[in-house]
């Protein structure tokens, strides 16, 4: 091998390490965008999950309870003549306290639902945590090892190394670059790929969360017009016990 070859080998590794780079550094900007629209997107899901599961869940129940007790005083205040109707009271005030419980068991059994799908989701959570740690531990091991290198550059190996190197060695190092450079080239179009994909799934949850903001909000109008109907039926069964 000549210098001239060897120089010629060098420049085109320094390109091929140009354009690496390039695509390197621009996934990172693109990581980092799909990461903050992932972070919005999950703001945007709790406070969904908020707005359904604390506000409206919580107004549905204390509706419940109105609902229940209008139709508990309302058995209360028949009044029967003869046997016959007197069981009918008594069966419908078992009617309406299992109706109440068949509800209930049901509530439960999708709060259930809910809550398993909680504890998948926190499973996940710490799964993400752990890939996190991992990866800031093997960032920090390579650069502790970087700089232990460094010190060694500065205290003259890089410099000694220079004044030792070999039309060989140096062969060696250039073919090795060669190879990296390309391994780094089809790592970074294989993560561009990725990211493609990772950020229209992205976009096609930010629509859904969304829609669903929208359904929440409808729901909370919808409960608001139930309640509206249920007082209106509270009024009428106060005025059923004694008019004012």
């Known amino acids: 091998m000549n210098e001239e070859s060897a120089d010629v080998k060098i420049r085109k590794n320094r390109r091929r390490i140009f354009d690496a780079e390039t695509f390197v550094q621009f996934n990172q900007a693109q990581v980092f965008v799909g990461r903050s629209v992932i972070e919005e997107n999950r703001s945007l899901a709790l406070k969904n999950f908020a707005t359904a599961a604390q506000g409206n869940r919580e ?3 204390s509706t419940v309870a109105d609902v ?3 139709r508990q005083v309302m058995v209360d205040m028949l009044s029967p003549a003869t046997p ?3 069981r009918f009271k008594s069966s419908m005030a078992n009617t309406v306290k299992i109706e109440e419980l068949q509800k209930q068991a049901e509530f439960n059994k999708s709060m259930l639902e809910i809550n398993q799908l909680m504890v998948d989701v926190n499973k996940l959570l710490i799964e993400i945590n752990a890939k996190t740690k991992e990866t800031n531990e093997g960032l920090l091991e390579h650069l502790d090892g970087l700089s232990t290198v460094n010190a060694k550059w500065l205290d003259g190996e890089l410099e000694a190394n220079m004044r030792a190197s070999s039309a060989t060695e140096n062969e060696q190092r250039i073919t090795s670059n060669a190879a990296a450079a390309q391994e780094v080239s ?3 179009n294989s993560n561009r790929e ?3 994909s ?5 976009a ?3 629509s859904t ?3 669903t903001a929208e359904a929440v909000a409808e729901l909370r109008e919808e409960i608001v017009g139930v309640r509206e109907k249920i007082s209106a039926n509270q009024r009428r069964v106060a005025d059923k016990i004694i008019e004012l």
């Open 59 to 61: 107004l549905l129940l």
């Open 68 to 70: 229940l007790r209008n």
């Open 84 to 86: 016959e109707e007197e």
């Open 186 to 188: 089809e790592t970074a």
């Open 194 to 196: 990725k990211i493609t």
């Open 198 to 202: 990772l950020y229209q799934r992205a």
């Open 204 to 206: 096609e949850n930010r």
């Open 209 to 211: 969360i969304l829609k």
